[in-house]
């Protein structure tokens, strides 16, 4: 490319963030540039059924419905792109974006939906049993285990709150904590240790998972390292991970504020950064809900907010 390409709205993420501000954006006359990321359709590509979101009765995977956004946002005249987000400027606008090493864009308008990556333990058998009983989403794949045997794998709020939630859907909760107390708030803690099906294992690590057509069991450790280290075996069907997520906002963070985590901050109730004309939408700037019904929500915020500041400019 010998001059840099200038774009009026420019969209980093392909989640439901990132399509629903497709779809705004298109519709509003913007001339949207898309690019997809490492993972064409987000985390959400990776869940094999989602009952939760409006508008599908019987359900959809992840996937489906990631494409259905999609060619929704290719109706509206939104140009979607493969490429990956390599560098940022944003000192001035316009800002400037390089895409996969050499090309620049230079853009009026820049919403961040980069999304978020669960945090794993970095075994195999995660892999290997992904949407066959491991999950890092209580709220997204509880309903599946009605009645069941499952784990949760934390000490924190987090998982706190996914023993909970599940507790109320599955017959027994397996709480696996590394340490020997749990790093929960008081408040979060009380409430665990209250409800009879959650089973706390206090320095418990996990060592993998087995099953034929999916997660039976898991094979953990109890006090690791000392003298009276124990191999134990739960048998659960569902696996869920609540270890924390990483916001990919790595690129942006020497021009925008973060919180202790990583997460983008915006003004609260808006999708609007501290610089004009940046938004972020969806999980890199949710640390909370992290579901894709609220990520579109942002998504669409971030695309009004985004045409309010080009119509305010007069462009």
Partial sequence: MTDMEKVRCL???SGPAGYTAAIYASRAGMSPVLY???QPGGQLTATTEVENFPGYPQGVSGAGMMEDMRQQALRFGTDIRAGVVTGADLSAAPYK???DGP?????ETLIIATGASAKYLGLPDEQTYAGMGVSACATCDGFFYRGK???VTGGGDTACEDALYLSRLASQVFLIVRKSFLRASKVMQERVFQTPNIRILFEHNTLGLFGRDGVEGARL????G???EEEVTIAIDG?????GHTPDSGLFKPWLETDGNGYLLTRPGTPCTKLPGVFAAGDVADPVYRQAVTAAAAGCRAAIEAERYLVEKGN
């Fill in 11 to 13: 969209i980093i993420g």
């Fill in 36 to 38: 997809e990321g490492l």
């Fill in 97 to 99: 974006i390089t895409v």
């Fill in 103 to 107: 090309a620049t864009l230079e853009t």
């Fill in 149 to 151: 045997n499952v784990a």
């Fill in 221 to 224: 450790v109890k006090r690791r």
């Fill in 226 to 228: 000392e003298p009276d």
């Fill in 239 to 243: 696996f869920f991970l609540a270890i």
